[in-house]
């Protein structure tokens, strides 16, 4: 990773990152990423005029990708945390139910179509933290199972590797070299077939710790028809990050 550069185009100033990658041999490629982040890769030994350069070249397209993206989130509402309000869970929807009880702890589950919390204090913040503990307990158990079902199916994991949750705002997870799987929380409101993609993703990336056409190759071979939950998952990011 290196220091945020800046494409000026206009009045705009739109940072960049560039991440340089030692397999990658000749092209720089530009991603701008749902959320609206603009991502370099570029070979390794690229001087960095050479990297300014091929940016500004295409700074209309970045430019008209950035707006898109900005678009989509300025819809995103900020959640009031109050009964009727929508809440996701394994891509699907409840309803939010807010119920004052002077002897509760601060609860929430799961009651038919609707997530139920029951608090002494109904302010915004405390339902919000309560949810979002509940979502952390969820998540942690729903990921652990997965790994640990997939990894008994891959023929590389001889033992299910360690993972910790971390919100993140553009990734849904990364696997370190060390091998530990790393998983963004809010992919539990995400459906299954997202959670599933995501973490068949970062098992890969233990026999394979790049970006690499092998490393897509096993992805197709153990997830045919990857391609779709992810950009079902890129398309509602700021959907499932908005709390
Ligand atoms: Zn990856």
Redesign the pocket.
Known sequence: MSPKHILAYGDERIPYEVKFDPSRKTRIAIHVEPDGSVIVDAPSDQPDEMIQKAVHKRSRWIMDHVAEARDRFSHVRPKAYVSGEEVLYLGRRYMLKVVQDDAATGTARLRGNRLEISTKFTDAGKVRGIVRAWYRLRARDYFAKLIDKQSAALPWIAQAPPFRMLEMTRQW???SPQGQVILNPHLIKAPRACIEYVII??L??LKHHD?SPE?FDLVGRHAPGWEKPKKLLDGMVEVLVND
């Open positions: 997870g990364s696997c993703h970062e890969a990336h970006h490393f």
